[in-house]
């Protein structure tokens, strides 16, 4: 980042402009944000009321309290990188801007007073203590991108992928170097042993499927406005992308190109007019979320796009991350896998953090479209994109729907008894989901209160065994993407204060004690 980046860029979610005068307290609070979302720089000795260029040189004593901050302000520290760039002050004398770079962090930070933030676009947001809990989960799944992957070794790399990235980036290492000290993609464990993180194969890998086998995303296309199995089976097109995570964006949204249809119209001023069904912006978009959040400790499915002839579907393995409800989601953000998204945004893929999900709402409202619908199905996010209606279609339909208005009348009651069953037998479902969600919550408040540490893979255990108390140490071991050992290891930490094994290893289940 140069000097004029840094004066003439705007406070958002990855950067901040602080005083030499900032007081320590206020510089830990925006610190902690960045932490505990996405990362981000901090330019200090830039006034971010003024923005005029103070410089650090003339307080070297404040400097070195500054940079003391991260250690002595934060719990538990945040560790950082700084560089002193040279600039010349509002004064006209040479001086230096300190430029603090603060790395997305697998731990949920707070402050002395132990108040946790979050950044939101250009502010840094105080946390609930629900909102604490969430973010503990959520850092479980951001970790995950870290783990080492099991068996993975440097050969299945692309060494070419990672010099195209490092040249990219301005990178002037070897490609190797890079994977070493950057981002932990590959680091050495206790035996000296070299180990290749999810992160790494997802981004580099030769063929990342041979580790993440439904680390891939499937385009299905339908003909009609339903999905119909078995004798009826309405699909026409069922087409599936594999490679790495770039590899997929690209053939997936280049794909899509080809099944929008484009309806070109004179209008009113007598020149040609190209509507589209869906904004080409919001068809990258929408492919980069599912791809760049999805929860790949999930291994169960694939990313699935479903086209009808009224809508799009996406369907990715995970919740909303972090503190992203639907009520927020265009102005809140939080990546489930912060490398991941910094990757795409270095190939423009991703423009600004927080912007685009805003971006598309604001494309489809313009063109007259009801805005995206959200459905969380079994830790599948369903976020449906409605078909853009044209004028034409539009006025055709309101024909349609006078002349089947008393045939619809007559059927409302049919479907209004069909419908409360439904509700009856959704509104049970939720409230099972939501119970086991707060029993596991509970734990999580009843660990703090006595002082115990739940890691973020213990959180989530408990959270797997309360969706499926059946769960075998195998398949936790595979969820969570540590060892069989590891988890046994976890498992006796929270044996009969937190959980209980009820009946013998085999037939026997999890039992979550709150």
């Known amino acids: 980042m140069t000097i004029q980046e840094i004066t003439t860029r705007k406070e958002d979610q990855t950067f901040d402009c602080k005083s030499i005068q900032v007081d320590p307290k206020a510089l830990a609070i925006t610190i902690v944000a960045f932490a505990n979302a996405d990362g981000g720089a901090i330019a200090i000795g830039v006034s971010d009321k003024t923005r005029k260029t103070e410089g650090v040189d003339q307080h070297a004593e404040k400097l070195n309290e500054l940079l003391r901050v991260p ?23 040479e001086n ?52 080492a992957v099991y068996g993975a ?18 990178y002037a290492k070897s490609a190797k170097q890079y994977l070493h000290e950057n981002n932990n993609f590959i680091t050495t464990n206790a035996k000296g042993e070299e180990q290749v993180s999810v992160a790494c194969i997802l981004l580099f890998g030769k063929y990342p499927q041979k580790f993440f086998p439904r680390g891939r995303t499937r ?66 978009e929408m ?56 990757f795409l945004k270095a190939y423009d893929f991703v423009k600004e953090f927080g912007e685009g999900v805003d971006r598309v709402c604001r494309e489809l409202e313009a063109n007259g479209t009801p ?30 729907d006078k002349v089947t208005d008393k045939h619809l009348k007559v059927s409302e009651k049919v479907t209004d008894k069909q419908t409360k069953v439904t509700d009856r037998v959704t509104n049970k479902q939720t409230k099972v989901t939501d119970k086991r969600k707060v029993i596991v919550e509970k734990v999580v408040a009843k660990a703090l209160e006595n002082g115990d540490k739940l890691t973020s893979n213990r959180i989530t255990i408990l959270q797997l065994m309360a969706e499926n108390p059946y769960i075998t140490k195998i398949e936790l071991a595979a969820a969570v993407g540590i060892s069989a050992t590891s988890i046994m290891r976890n498992i006796e930490y929270m044996r009969n204060k937190y959980l209980r094994r009820v009946g013998p290893d085999n037939g026997g289940f999890w039992e979550i004690i709150d």
């Open 71 to 93: 250690l002595d302000f934060c719990n538990p520290s945040v560790s950082i990188t700084s560089d002193l760039l040279p600039c010349t002050d509002k004064d006209g004398n």
């Open 96 to 147: 230096h801007i300190l430029l603090m770079h603060i790395p997305a962090s697998s731990e949920l930070h707070a402050n002395q007073a132990d108040e946790a933030y979050m950044r939101v676009g250009d502010k840094s947001r105080k946390l609930s203590f629900e909102e604490r809990i969430q973010l503990m989960y959520d850092k479980g799944e951001r970790y995950y991108e870290d783990t």
């Open 153 to 170: 070794t440097v050969d299945d790399i692309d060494m070419t992928a990672v010099e195209r990235y490092t040249e990219l980036i301005g």
């Open 219 to 284: 385009f299905i296309r339908y003909k009609g406005t339903e999905e119909r199995v078995g004798a009826e089976m309405n699909v026409i097109k069922d087409v599936t992308f594999e490679g790495t995570i770039l590899d997929q964006v690209k053939a997936t949204i280049a794909y899509l190109e080809t099944q929008v249809e484009e309806h070109t119209f004179l209008g009113q001023h007598g020149q040609f007019v190209t509507n589209r069904d869906y904004p080409k912006f919001v068809i990258q």
């Open 287 to 342: 492919v980069v979320n599912a791809c760049c959040h999805r929860a790949y400790n999930i291994k169960g499915t694939e990313i699935q796009i479903k086209m009808l002839d009224d809508r799009l579907v996406f369907e990715s393995p995970g919740r909303l991350p972090g503190t992203v409800k639907p009520s927020n989601i265009r102005h809140t953000h939080f990546s489930r896998n912060p490398k991941i998204a910094q």
């Open 371 to 400: 805005h995206l619908s959200l459905h969380l199905d079994d830790f599948i996010l369903k976020i449906t994109v409605p078909k853009v209606v044209l004028e034409q279609e539009k006025s055709v339909k309101e024909n349609v």
